[in-house]
């Protein structure tokens, strides 16, 4: 069976991101755009658009479509906007947020994953979006400052590296807690305060190289 991934795209689009508050028309667009099933390995591109976290390589996983939108969402992206995003894995994350942004920089510490991103952005034609194989806690300093920083995937907390990155004014989207405890929050710098907030509960998949601290006891 070949399936209709224009009809399928359209059908996420309606039941699980305007279901779930999301209702930015800007966000919405995006999604209708960006072909998920490209983002995908093969064998899996008929599941591209269940409301399901997919996974691409041991332990990496494409979020799922509804709390992606939240937190795309959530950062208010401007068309004149800089983007980090951290932890890109086959790059879908960041060719949404290209078709929000003027230009994307996105960091992937797996190599292989980082290859496959920047491979499917360049057949999309996602051409101001730039792939960099890097430890994602450092960010990329180089690049900075940001007007948006999103991490694509949960976290114990956001290291100060990241936040550091920020534009005055600019805006970091995080899920922080793993499971039932994953909060979303939004943390905006404000001269050289950053400030952050909750904004709603949110599960997703702990994001490699954020793990809790080991705390030892003696």
Known sequence: MTS???????????SQLRT?????????????????????????R???YIDEDIEV??????????PLGKLVQLAAIKPDDVVLDVGCTTGYSAAILSRLASSVIAIEADEDLAARATDALSELGYDNVVVLNRPLRDGCAQEAPYDVIL???AVDEVPQALKDQLRDGGRLV????????GVASIYVRDGNVVSGRR????????LPGFEPKVQFQF
């Open 4 to 14: 209709d991934f224009s009809l399928l795209r359209r059908h996420m689009v309606d």
């Open 20 to 44: 779930t508050s999301i209702s930015a028309l800007d966000v919405l667009e995006a999604f209708l755009s960006v072909p998920r099933e490209a983002f995908v390995p093969a064998r899996k």
């Open 46 to 48: 008929d599941l591209a």
């Open 57 to 66: 390589a041991a332990g990496r996983y494409l979020m799922e479509p509804s």
């Open 151 to 153: 991490i694509d995937g």
């Open 174 to 181: 995080a899920v922080e807690g793993v499971g039932n405890a």
């Open 199 to 206: 904004a709603f509960n949110c599960s997703v998949r702990l």
